[in-house]
């Protein structure tokens, strides 16, 4: 299993930035799949989350209305949208990998994860 995250940056408030997940190793469109990320100092944190299925979708109260969660499973590809940028967006951004098909908002039901990419927003 290997998941590898890009597209994370620096940025100014208000900004935007997508981020892309790119998976393999496993049956991408059996999964839900998870954004979570850790600020210094605090404890990791999901932002968003996607069945594989019916799109169902999840998003912790501070990124909604500004951050979306997409995937398409034919390029086994995870995605977040994040516009209107602040600086306590400021995190290591990982995806994860869902034990099954509907998501959870525990994190011991991702199993897998990547090694992140940083966004940091300045003010």
């Known amino acids: 299993v290997r998941l590898v995250e890009s597209g994370g940056g620096l940025v100014q408030s208000g900004g935007s930035l997508r981020l892309s997940c790119a998976v393999s190793?496993?049956?991408?469109?059996?999964?839900?799949m998870g954004w979570f990320r850790r600020a210094p100092g605090k404890a990791s944190e999901l932002v968003a989350a996607i069945n594989p299925d019916d799109d169902r979708t999840y998003y912790t109260d501070s990124v909604k209305g500004r951050f979306t969660i997409a995937r398409d499973n034919a390029l086994n590809t995870l995605y977040l949208e994040m516009n209107n940028l602040k600086p306590e967006d400021t995190a290591l951004y990982s995806c994860?990998?869902?034990?099954?098909?509907?998501?959870?908002?525990?994190?011991?039901?991702?199993?897998?994860w990547g090694q992140g990419t940083q966004v940091t927003v300045t003010s």
């Open positions: 994860a990998k869902s034990q099954g098909p509907l998501f959870s908002l525990a994190p011991h039901s991702y199993g897998y």
């Open positions: 190793g496993f049956t991408f469109n059996h999964h839900a």
